[in-house]
């Protein structure tokens, strides 16, 4: 079992920037791909960011392309999303998740249903 403890959001003005974190516990997070998600409300959940294992490969939804990077650190079992130039369009509830079959793999998946464990979400609210 994975615990994914996300952090970091808040409230912030079109063209600011913020960073959120996702601390894993549990399993062994340096095996997995890991993927940020977002869901606005009465919106569907969508796919934002995904990283491999190693960091070597990431993959963007074209919605953030150029403005949100996605990193993380496997002595600290985090990941991270970084995101700048934020618009009120970017206003969600942002989740981590863990993509265990991509263990190793250097691709990463797009599908939020392919993901199996999920943290509770932190808010982001870009104000206009």
């Known amino acids: 079992q994975v615990q994914l403890v996300e952090s970091g959001g808040g409230l912030v003005q079109a063209g600011g920037s913020l960073r959120l974190s996702c601390a894993a516990s549990?399993?062994?997070?340096?095996?997995?791909?890991m993927g940020w998600f977002r869901q606005a409300p009465g919106k569907e959940r969508e796919f934002v960011a995904a990283i491999t294992w190693n960091g070597g490969n990431t993959y963007y939804a074209d919605s953030v392309k150029g403005r949100f990077t996605i990193s993380r650190d496997n002595i600290k079992n985090t990941v991270y999303l970084q995101m700048n130039s934020l618009k009120p369009e970017d206003t969600a509830v942002y989740y981590c998740a863990v993509d265990k079959e991509s263990a190793y793999l250097k691709v990463v998946r797009a599908s939020s249903s392919l993901y199996d464990y999920w943290g509770q979400g932190t808010q982001v609210t870009v104000s206009s």
């Open positions: 549990g399993g062994t997070f340096s095996s997995y791909a």
